[in-house]
């Protein structure tokens, strides 16, 4: 945040008029602390350059005639602004996306646009400044204020952030006009079906899934538009840009109890507008300690400025997700003169120290966090829509979602975006480490033969065209992130390095110079990060599994993808699918196409797994055994990958946890924020200390996810049959070693008796001395033929529910199962209007898909945003019990 105030005044002869000014400056000085900074998103009107042939100097002159122009979506696309004005429809939804022309086909005049906006602004006193931030365009842009061209020459790039000192060209009444136009990447690109359509999109700097990919389908104007913030911030004589805050956390350290000291290190550039030299304070405060240095600064200069190095008693550390707290430190860095503050920017960081180091045993590379290794449970993020409509709501809701699935790390994939500062804010938040690519792919960047590519390999490995520009991108992202604790990894691209020019500067002079405490990664499954003993193309596999093959089957050391399915339940389904095609899909093949609305969006099937519950009777029966497929496949990874941490591996990192379209692969919700059963799957099969069942060799193990060691845990072992006979099988003192699996014993003789006939259901637990559950796990086995003969014929679930409203925005629900009952196997909670039935998205479980044993209580807390409905209800479906609505008690 910045501030300032100041007033020119001249006083009158008598105390009435000194009096007066007095107000009218502390009047001025309030108006401008409040509003020291703000952001241009609403009254933008926009038109096709094909509808307006003046010029900008022309259009940006604030009494020049509009006609023609229709209400814009600022941030946001121009593809979003055709949608909110109902000129195209929902290109998410069934097939319509086919009826939106593509760029390629209309060419790029059909997708630049004129975005203006009226503001109103008052050109600032003598020694004040007014300036305009533009943080992402794509792709390029000529700027236009009253008249005025702001860029010397065409803006491009769409990483690349735009400041403009725009004090001058305010009018003196203060009604301004800003007009920008804005053109599409260029070439845009044939989407012909390729990874990247043909590949020419990667001659600039941008978005390369916009022309499509395995999981989407293309973006119609390759996401061109203002898509990020515009502010105008007004300061000083001396503006404050890209302060650096780097905390050093020596020794190895524990989440809790008194922490020695951590070193924080400030630096900031200034910037003097003014023609003469000024001298002030560059200065801020941390735990009631001034920290500060006396600073001269030429006329017209720019400089970097190095802060001493504050040594900070009694630190609160930065943990990732699982390990410890996430504390966030804001102080208030200043430029002072002897008579007014300058500029304030607001710089909020963690204190924690990320390093790595080479795993020998594992032959992969090793994540530390003040100086604790930390075994990486990731997942993969391409952006939170793929038409780029960000949010601070929607980030903080898929960040948390990942934090609920019991993750440390999210990779941002290369073939998109470097992630906007409010997501890492929801990182720094949650725990969540951020590993993040560059922008290049090997699909479109030249690693493989291809031909549905226009150009060769030999010239597709020099793209994008401008080096130059894309290490300036580079530098500028960097600048813009580094602060954020979460910021764990940069990565030069996805599967493959940038050319070696680019990722030389990177490593030699960018990173030295601007970053120099995280690592980079050649590319994203690089030998320095995961060593390729096993051939192919080092990440994978991907699509549906055996579960015992998670637990047998070795893949790379730090395995950057590895994934199965995802499909969403009914109502999941029914948001984006037409009814017409509203049909269990069929596999791919020779004879059979499959469905065309499932095909287009990018369905990959689940084979014979979901046919082991009985052949679904039709999609809802499909989508609701899907769920029980997701659910054991993603805890089957993380517990197969758990199973042999710091042997086999240091991490995985899932393909893929969230679609910023409605595809149906790789979620563990969907693109409306609904949760499925892959992220309750993961959520158990992640948690910090879990105890788990080998299907392979019958194995109990334990996973310590934690810097402790866990003693006295009572381990049980029970079964259950398919109506409710429940037998302790074994119950033992159990001591699990800090960040370590640790076996138990093989229960497989016995588990393959008890399943042979109708399988069975096997609970393990750890309980601690106060004899509370730590650690919960129920396993559905199948019979000896793999099929879930039992389930099939289940007796109904007795159960009883009950939910109660805590808080305004939390409600606790309690399901009860009474004794000799059968299991009440497998409920999904929803959240809905008691009108129209329909969920309320998003809500937050504390648990979902909920299984209890005969005779026992769980209890599960939802947290949602209140949106002033009447009335809300709980639905409560499981396998062997019908939906329920609930009412929910005061």
Same mark, same amino acid.
């Given at each position: 945040?910045?501030?300032?105030?100041?007033?020119?005044?001249?006083?009158?002869?008598?105390?009435?008029?000194?009096?007066?000014?007095?107000?009218?400056?502390?009047?001025?000085?309030?108006?401008?602390?409040?509003?020291?900074?703000?952001?241009?998103?609403?009254?933008?009107?926009?038109?096709?350059?094909?509808?307006?042939?003046?010029?900008?100097?022309?259009?940006?002159?604030?009494?020049?005639?509009?006609?023609?122009?229709?209400?814009?979506?600022?941030?946001?696309?121009?593809?979003?602004?055709?949608?909110? #004005?109902?000129?195209?429809?929902?290109?998410?939804? !069934? *097939?319509?996306?086919?009826? =939106?022309?593509?760029? /390629?086909? &209309? $060419?790029?005049?059909?997708?630049?646009?004129?975005?203006?906006?009226?503001?109103?602004?008052?050109?600032?006193?003598?020694?004040?400044?007014?300036?305009?931030?533009?943080?992402?365009?794509?792709?390029?842009?000529?700027?236009?204020?009253?008249?005025?061209?702001?860029?010397?020459?065409?803006?491009?790039?769409?990483?690349?952030?735009?400041?403009?000192?725009?004090?001058?060209?305010?009018?003196?009444?203060?009604?301004?006009?800003?007009?920008?136009?804005?053109?599409?990447?260029?070439?845009?690109? #044939?989407?012909?079906?390729?990874?990247?359509?043909? !590949? *020419?999109?990667?001659?600039? =700097?941008?978005?390369? /899934?916009? &022309? $499509?990919?395995?999981?989407?389908?293309?973006?119609?104007?390759?996401?061109?538009?203002?898509?990020?913030?515009?502010?105008?911030?007004?300061?000083?004589?001396?503006?404050?840009?890209?302060?650096?805050?780097?905390?050093?956390?020596?020794?190895?350290?524990?989440?809790?109890?008194?922490?020695?000291?951590?070193?924080?290190?400030?630096?900031?550039?200034?910037?003097?507008?003014?023609?003469?030299?000024?001298?002030?304070?560059?200065?801020?405060?941390?735990?009631?300690?001034?920290?500060?240095?006396?600073?001269?600064?030429?006329?017209?200069?720019?400089?970097?400025?190095?802060?001493?190095?504050?040594?900070?008693?009694?630190?609160?550390?930065?943990?990732?997700?699982?390990?410890?707290?996430?504390?966030?430190?804001?102080?208030?860095?200043?430029?002072?003169?002897?008579?007014?503050?300058?500029?304030?920017?607001?710089?909020?960081?963690?204190?924690?120290?990320?390093?790595?180091?080479?795993?020998?045993?594992?032959?992969?590379?090793?994540?530390?966090?003040?100086?604790?290794?930390?075994?990486?449970?990731?997942?993969?993020?391409?952006?939170?829509?793929?038409?780029?409509?960000?949010?601070?709501?929607?980030?903080?809701?898929?960040?948390?979602?990942?934090?609920?699935?019991?993750?440390?790390?999210?990779?941002?994939?290369?073939?998109?975006?470097?992630?906007?500062?409010?997501?890492?804010?929801?990182?720094?938040?949650?725990?969540?480490?951020?590993?993040?690519?560059?922008?290049?792919?090997?699909?479109?960047?030249?690693?493989?033969?291809?031909?549905?590519?226009?150009?060769?390999?030999?010239?597709?490995?020099?793209?994008?065209?401008?080096?130059?520009?894309?290490?300036?991108?580079?530098?500028?992202?960097?600048?813009?992130?580094?602060?954020?604790?979460?910021?764990?990894?940069?990565?030069?691209?996805?599967?493959?390095?940038?050319?070696?020019?680019?990722?030389?500067?990177?490593?030699?002079?960018?990173?030295?110079?601007?970053?120099?405490?995280?690592?980079?990664?050649?590319?994203?499954?690089?030998?320095?990060?995961?060593?390729?003993?096993?051939?192919?193309?080092?990440?994978?596999?991907?699509?549906?599994?055996?579960?015992?093959?998670?637990?047998?089957?070795?893949?790379?050391?730090?395995?950057?993808?590895?994934?199965?399915?995802?499909?969403?339940?009914?109502?999941?389904?029914?948001?984006?699918?037409?009814?017409?095609?509203?049909?269990?899909?069929?596999?791919?093949?020779?004879?059979?196409?499959?469905?065309?609305?499932?095909?287009?969006?990018?369905?990959?099937?689940?084979?014979?797994?979901?046919?082991?519950?009985?052949?679904?009777?039709?999609?809802?029966?499909?989508?609701?055994?899907?769920?029980?497929?997701?659910?054991?496949?993603?805890?089957?990874?993380?517990?197969?990958?758990?199973?042999?941490?710091?042997?086999?591996?240091?991490?995985?990192?899932?393909?893929?946890?969230?679609?910023?379209?409605?595809?149906?692969?790789?979620?563990?919700?969907?693109?409306?924020?609904?949760?499925?059963?892959?992220?309750?799957?993961?959520?158990?099969?992640?948690?910090?200390?879990?105890?788990?069942?080998?299907?392979?060799?019958?194995?109990?193990?334990?996973?310590?996810?934690?810097?402790?060691?866990?003693?006295?845990?009572?381990?049980?072992?029970?079964?259950?049959?398919?109506?409710?006979?429940?037998?302790?099988?074994?119950?033992?003192?159990?001591?699990?070693?800090?960040?370590?699996?640790?076996?138990?014993?093989?229960?497989?003789?016995?588990?393959?008796?008890?399943?042979?006939?109708?399988?069975?259901?096997?609970?393990?637990?750890?309980?601690?001395?106060?004899?509370?559950?730590?650690?919960?796990?129920?396993?559905?086995?199948?019979?000896?033929?793999?099929?879930?003969?039992?389930?099939?014929?289940?007796?109904?679930?007795?159960?009883?529910?009950?939910?109660?409203?805590?808080?305004?925005?939390?409600?606790?629900?309690?399901?009860?199962?009474?004794?000799?009952?059968?299991?009440?196997?497998?409920?999904?909670?929803?959240?809905?209007?008691?009108?129209?039935?329909?969920?309320?998205?998003?809500?937050?479980?504390?648990?979902?898909?909920?299984?209890?044993?005969?005779?026992?209580?769980?209890?599960?807390?939802?947290?949602?945003?209140?949106?002033?409905?009447?009335?809300?209800?709980?639905?409560?479906?499981?396998?062997?019990?019908?939906?329920?609505?609930?009412?929910?008690?005061?």
């Amino acid at each position: 945040m910045k501030y300032y105030s100041t007033a020119v005044c001249s006083y009158g002869s008598n105390l009435y008029s000194r009096l007066i000014c007095a107000v009218a400056i502390l009047l001025i000085a309030q108006q401008c602390s409040a509003q020291h900074e703000y952001e241009l998103n609403k009254n933008w009107q926009c038109i096709n350059i094909q509808k307006l042939a003046a010029r900008g100097e022309a259009i940006s002159q604030p009494n020049y005639a509009l006609n023609g122009t229709m209400p814009a979506t600022v941030p946001g696309t121009v593809l979003t602004t055709m949608l909110n #004005n109902h000129l195209v429809p929902d290109p998410f939804y !069934g *097939m319509n996306n086919l009826h =939106i022309p593509d760029i /390629y086909d &209309a $060419g790029n005049a059909y997708y630049t646009y004129w975005f203006i906006n009226d503001f109103t602004e008052q050109r600032p006193a003598a020694g004040r400044q007014v300036w305009l931030h533009l943080r992402g365009v794509n792709y390029s842009c000529n700027v236009y204020l009253n008249g005025h061209r702001l860029n010397d020459s065409l803006h491009q790039g769409m990483f690349l952030r735009q400041t403009y000192n725009i004090s001058k060209y305010l009018t003196a009444n203060g009604h301004n006009r800003l007009a920008i136009i804005v053109y599409p990447p260029d070439p845009a690109g #044939n989407a012909n079906g390729g990874q990247g359509g043909d !590949g *020419m999109i990667a001659k600039n =700097i941008t978005t390369q /899934y916009t &022309a $499509g990919w395995d999981w989407i389908q293309p973006i119609r104007d390759r996401n061109t538009g203002i898509w990020d913030k515009v502010t105008i911030e007004r300061t000083g004589t001396v503006n404050i840009a890209d302060p650096h805050v780097v905390t050093l956390v020596p020794d190895k350290r524990m989440p809790d109890g008194m922490q020695p000291p951590a070193i924080v290190k400030m630096a900031a550039t200034l910037q003097n507008t003014a023609n003469i030299a000024v001298t002030g304070t560059l200065k801020y405060e941390l735990g009631n300690k001034l920290i500060s240095r006396k600073v001269t600064l030429a006329g017209l200069s720019t400089r970097q400025v190095q802060l001493p190095d504050d040594t900070l008693r009694q630190p609160q550390l930065w943990w990732p997700n699982g390990y410890g707290a996430q504390p966030l430190y804001q102080v208030q860095l200043q430029f002072v003169t002897a008579s007014q503050k300058e500029d304030e920017e607001a710089v909020s960081f963690g204190v924690r120290e990320i390093t790595t180091r080479w795993n020998t045993e594992t032959k992969s590379r090793e994540i530390l966090v003040n100086g604790q290794k930390i075994f990486i449970k990731g997942g993969n993020w391409i952006a939170s829509d793929a038409m780029l409509r960000l949010s601070p709501e929607r980030y903080d809701a898929e960040v948390r979602f990942h934090r609920d699935m019991n993750l440390n790390l999210i990779r941002v994939w290369g073939g998109s975006i470097t992630e906007r500062p409010e997501f890492y804010n929801a990182c720094d938040k949650y725990g969540l480490l951020v590993f993040q690519d560059f922008w290049n792919s090997g699909d479109c960047n030249g690693k493989w033969q291809d031909p549905n590519k226009k150009e060769d390999q030999w010239t597709r490995r020099k793209y994008p065209d401008d080096h130059s520009l894309f290490l300036r991108s580079v530098a500028d992202q960097v600048k813009m992130l580094r602060n954020h604790p979460s910021l764990a990894l940069w990565c030069g691209g996805n599967e493959i390095t940038p050319p070696q020019d680019i990722l030389q500067a990177m490593k030699d002079s960018i990173m030295p110079a601007l970053d120099g405490t995280r690592y980079l990664f050649d590319y994203s499954n690089s030998d320095s990060m995961s060593y390729n003993f096993l051939g192919g193309n080092g990440d994978g596999p991907y699509g549906i599994q055996q579960v015992e093959t998670f637990f047998t089957r070795q893949t790379f050391p730090f395995n950057s993808e590895v994934g199965s399915v995802g499909v969403g339940d009914y109502e999941s389904l029914k948001r984006f699918i037409p009814a017409e095609n509203m049909k269990v899909p069929v596999e791919k093949s020779a004879e059979n196409g499959g469905d065309s609305v499932w095909n287009y969006h990018k369905y990959i099937g689940y084979r014979q797994t979901v046919d082991a519950y009985g052949k679904p009777k039709d999609v809802a029966d499909f989508a609701a055994k899907a769920q029980l497929v997701n659910y054991d496949q993603y805890r089957a990874l993380a517990e197969g990958f758990s199973a042999h941490m710091w042997q086999w591996y240091t991490g995985f990192i899932i393909w893929k946890t969230q679609n910023p379209w409605t595809a149906l692969r790789g979620q563990m919700y969907d693109y409306y924020l609904d949760p499925n059963a892959c992220l309750y799957g993961l959520h158990s099969g992640s948690e910090p200390l879990h105890v788990m069942y080998n299907p392979a060799d019958g194995m109990i193990m334990v996973a310590n996810n934690t810097f402790t060691t866990q003693h006295d845990l009572m381990l049980q072992i029970r079964t259950v049959d398919m109506q409710g006979h429940d037998t302790l099988r074994s119950q033992a003192f159990f001591e699990a070693g800090a960040s370590l699996v640790q076996k138990y014993s093989s229960i497989k003789r016995m588990m393959d008796r008890l399943r042979e006939k109708e399988g069975v259901f096997l609970s393990l637990r750890l309980l601690n001395l106060q004899q509370e559950i730590v650690s919960d796990n129920l396993y559905w086995l199948p019979d000896s033929t793999g099929v879930y003969s039992g389930l099939q014929h289940m007796p109904a679930s007795q159960a009883a529910i009950q939910a109660k409203q805590v808080t305004d925005s939390s409600i606790e629900v309690t399901i009860t199962n009474p004794a000799a009952a059968p299991v009440a196997f497998f409920n999904r909670l929803s959240l809905v209007r008691a009108d129209t039935k329909e969920r309320i998205l998003p809500v937050f479980y504390s648990d979902n898909y909920i299984s209890v044993l005969p005779g026992e209580t769980k209890k599960v807390q939802l947290s949602y945003t209140p949106a002033g409905i009447q009335k809300l209800l709980v639905s409560v479906q499981g396998w062997n019990l019908k939906e329920q609505y609930i009412d929910i008690l005061p």
